[in-house]
């Protein structure tokens, strides 16, 4: 048995012990599904915003920050079976998740332009503590995922200078004041003159990628920049 062929033989073992099943229904994955089964997939609530000019993730930064091309995968809302991958993506120890996600997104893209002349992908940092205590940083899997596709380096020029509270029982008032200056730019000589592509796991009021996106136009005044998420929370 060749090396390929003990891999194989490995996979198969560990499938058979440990059944791959769908992150959203359940079922069992087969051969060629990963993260979720094809009819999941098939009915995933994509947003596909990405190629239009000024849509609705525009539209939540609207006049704060200049962004050109804005995109996120699919709608994050109560009761939508979807958001068990952000949830595990972020809280459950699968790095993995987010990385596929990721990679899977850029796929979904790429060929409608969406990376054309993006130089970088810069994932939202989270503080280092945070990252210590979930042992990884879920908006860098996803940028990661994304650069297996495009070949793109994944820089992290954004810091979390300090803690953030808990964020969800703010308003987006506050959510924007609570942003404000917590991120800053490192080595801010790769970003000047550049076209940036900022990655955040969900979109909601939009104030964390605000947040960035202000830190870079400070420190990088002639970068360019894009965003991308995961997922984008429905406002009803
Ligand atoms: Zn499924």
């Known amino acids: 048995m060749g090396l390929g062929g003990l891999a194989r033989w490995g996979r198969d073992l560990i499938d058979a012990v440990f059944p791959r099943v769908c992150e959203v229904c359940g079922a069992t994955l087969v051969e060629?599904?990963?993260?979720?089964?094809?009819?999941?997939?098939i009915d995933l609530p994509r947003t596909s915003l990405h190629s239009d000019n000024f849509n609705a993730i525009h539209e939540r930064l609207a006049g704060r920050a200049p962004i050109e091309r804005a995109g996120a995968f699919f709608y994050y809302y109560r009761g939508n079976p979807y958001t068990r991958l952000i949830h595990k993506a972020k809280y459950n120890n699968l790095p993995a998740i987010g990385r596929k996600l990721g990679a899977l997104y850029a796929k979904e893209i790429?060929?409608?332009?969406?990376?054309?002349?993006?130089?970088?992908i810069i994932p939202v940092p989270l503080h280092w503590m945070k990252?210590?205590?979930?042992?990884?940083?879920?908006?860098?899997?996803?940028?990661?995922?994304?650069?297996?596709v495009t070949s793109l380096p994944v820089g992290d020029n954004?810091?979390?200078?300090?803690?953030?509270?808990?964020?969800?029982?703010?308003?987006?008032?506050?959510?924007?004041?609570?942003?404000?200056?917590?991120?800053q730019v490192v080595?801010?000589?790769?970003?000047?003159?550049?076209?940036?592509?900022?990655?955040?796991?969900?979109?909601?009021?939009?104030?964390?990628?605000?947040?960035?996106?202000?830190?870079?136009?400070?420190?990088?005044?002639?970068?360019?920049?894009?965003?991308?998420?995961l997922s984008l929370t429905r406002l009803s």
């Not at 990252?131 to 297996?148: H, K, V």
């Open 187 to 229: 080595r801010r000589s790769e970003l000047e003159g550049r076209h940036l592509l900022i990655v955040d796991d969900v979109i909601t009021t939009g104030a964390t990628l605000l947040a960035c996106c202000q830190a870079i136009k400070k420190a990088a005044p002639t970068a360019k920049i894009s965003v991308a998420a």
């Open 110 to 120: 790429v060929g409608d332009g969406f990376f054309d002349g993006i130089d970088m």
């Open 131 to 148: 990252q210590l205590r979930r042992g990884y940083n879920q908006s860098r899997e996803i940028a990661r995922g994304m650069a297996e």
């Open 158 to 183: 954004l810091t979390a200078a300090k803690g953030h509270s808990t964020q969800t029982r703010k308003n987006s008032f506050d959510r924007w004041l609570n942003a404000q200056n917590i991120y």
């Open 32 to 41: 060629g599904e990963d993260i979720m089964c094809l009819q999941c997939l």
